[in-house]
Structure formats: structure tokens, C-alpha cells
């Protein structure tokens, strides 16, 4: 069976730049959430979906939005690119919205320049 | 102040040792807490649950103390494969979001 599945795994981009980043559930997992993680700290969450509607979101700018499609999959999307955005932005699964087993992708890691 | 602190290690141990480290948590309306596994440069895992009452998983024993808001992980029997970070996660009810540490690098050697 796929696991949590994610693209672009490698990305770089410049200042004032927009990133869309794409993750497809664990079929059967209704909730995705999304997680940013700058090197030597711990992930830190940035939204959560669940059946299409936000769930919740975390301390991050309006510059950060997702969306869930009809199929589960989701997209994370970075408006105006910092050199602070640079990080590995992972995406995790999960059969409720409210569990802490979730099924983290190998994550994308993006490069602001 | 931290939802979640950990000592960032690395605990450096040889194979069979016994090795224990705890997290510390702010927030007492904390409800579910679990230890993650990363190895470098991959994704999380889950590793456990940890439960009020204490558990164990083979050589892994986690514990929870609400009164000093701790939890902790110890690993007997250290093997190699052991060598990862280790990210403690606690969760307050009807909360979507889970808040991790900043791991504790644990490194067995030979």
C-alpha cells in the first residue's frame, strides 16, 4: 500500500516567490495536515483538514493557505517566499482529525534564495 | 516559555546500554502524548503512545507524570538501528494539532 506521497521532494526558489506544494493521503485517510520543519527544531503545524474544510491552523502568516480536493489530496501554498520559509514542509495523514498517529510523507524541502 | 522542551542530547551510547531521557510539557489541559522517531533527514514516525498507568513496547518503556508535567522514554538493550532523534508530541483534547519538541538525538555505538 502508498504512503503519504509528496511533490516536489526538492525545490529552490527566490524572495517574493510563490511555492505549491502537493500531498496525497494514505487511501481510506480522510485528514491531512500539513507541518513545517526548520532544521534542528521540531515540526510545527501549520493546517489540518479534515472532509474538505479547515480543521485548524497554526501560528503562520496569511501568506501560508491549503485546501483539500474532493479526492483527499491537498495543496499547501507560500505566497512572497522569505529566506525564513526555507524548510521542510511535511505533510502527514490520518483516518480522524483528531489522533495523534499520523502518517508523515518524506516531506518537501524548499530552498529560498 | 516552550508548549514542549526537550534536552537536545546527543546521548551518545554503546550497544546494550540503557538509555533514558525526559520532555517537559506547559500546557496541563495537555490530554494525549506520544514519542516520534525521526532518522536523519526522513519523516517522522510513530514509535508510542504514552498512557498514564506507563508502557512498554519491547525495549521501549514510556512514562507520564502529570503532577511535574514530564514524560519519558528509556531504551534498554541499545542497538544501532536505535540511533535516530526522538520527538516527544503532546496533544490537548479537541485540539487538531499536535506540538512537537525539538527532538533528543540519540546515538548508539558499536
Known sequence: DAGVTQSPTHLIKTRGQHVTLRCSPISGHKSVSWYQQVLGQGPQFIFQYYEKEERGRGNFPDRFSARQFPNYSSELNVNALLLGDSALYLCASSLAPNTGELFFGEGSRLTVL | ?110
Do not use: H
Request: charged letters at 25%.
Open chain 2, 1 to 110: 516559555r516552550k508548549e514542549v522542551e526537550q534536552d537536545p542530547g546527543p546521548f551518545n551510547v554503546p550497544e546494550g546500554a540503557t538509555v533514558a531521557f525526559n520532555c517537559t510539557y506547559s500546557n496541563s489541559a495537555s490530554q494525549s502524548f506520544f514519542w516520534y522517531r525521526q532518522d536523519c533527514r526522513k519523516e517522522p514516525k510513530l514509535l508510542m503512545s504514552v498512557y498514564s498507568s506507563g508502557n512498554e513496547d519491547g525495549r521501549f518503556t514510556a512514562q507520564l507524570n502529570r503532577a511535574s508535567q514530564y514524560i519519558s522514554l528509556l531504551i534498554r538493550d541499545s542497538k544501532l538501528s536505535d540511533s535516530a532523534t526522538y520527538l516527544c508530541v503532546v496533544n490537548k483534547r479537541d485540539d487538531y494539532k499536535l506540538s512537537f519538541g525539538a527532538g533528543t538525538t540519540v546515538t548508539v555505538r558499536a
